[in-house]
């Protein structure tokens, strides 16, 4: 990988792959929907998801979790079919919690790319932005379809999708410090 930083943009090639267009503020971001997806109480898939105005402030932040006064019991959590009927995705919690039109905004999500049905949403709100890391190969195995639908509606609706290699995303946030 070979990394060239200036003033706000990173110019990336990864494994051959032109990466032009990532900014430090887009690692950063990727590091805050990290953090954000940490409060989220589901024990086998944490998510988080930041929603940025067009001037790089924070409009709102989301994790997966259950509704609002709705107990957080394990045993829903560790029943599939409990939680997949009460969960709320990331992106869809962030943009509840948003008190503003997203027209124009930048969705950032970790630890991959939004759902098909929560990437529709996104895009009914505004959002014309999406950025997220690069999917493992098991993230591949469980969801590839649907990051598969995901790349071909971005496509579709000319909205700008960014998958960030894992390596730089890590890289990126190798500097922080402990304290």
Wanted: aromatic content about 12%; charged content about 25%.
């Amino acid at each position: 990988m070979q990394i060239t930083k200036g003033l706000d943009k990173i110019e990336v090639t990864f494994n051959g792959y032109d990466m032009m267009g990532i900014t430090e503020w887009d690692l950063w971001y990727l590091g805050m929907a990290k953090y954000v997806s940490t409060k989220s109480k589901d024990p086998s898939t944490k998510t988080g998801a930041v929603i940025v105005r067009p001037d790089n402030s924070v409009c709102s932040v989301g994790y997966n979790g259950f509704p609002r006064n709705m107990p957080d019991n394990v045993e829903h959590y560790n029943n599939r079919d409990e939680k997949y009927s009460r969960i709320i995705h990331c992106e869809m919690n962030a943009e509840m919690f948003a008190k503003e039109p997203l027209t124009g905004y930048t969705l950032y999500t970790w630890p991959f790319i939004s759902c098909d049905r929560c990437f529709v949403h996104m895009l009914q709100a505004g959002i014309t932005r999406f950025v997220a890391p690069t999917a493992t190969e098991e993230q591949l195995t469980r969801w590839g379809p649907a990051f598969d639908r995901v790349r071909g509606y971005a496509r579709d609706s000319n909205v700008t999708l960014i998958e960030v290699p894992l390596d730089l995303v890590k890289e990126e946030n190798s500097n922080e410090q402990t304290v």
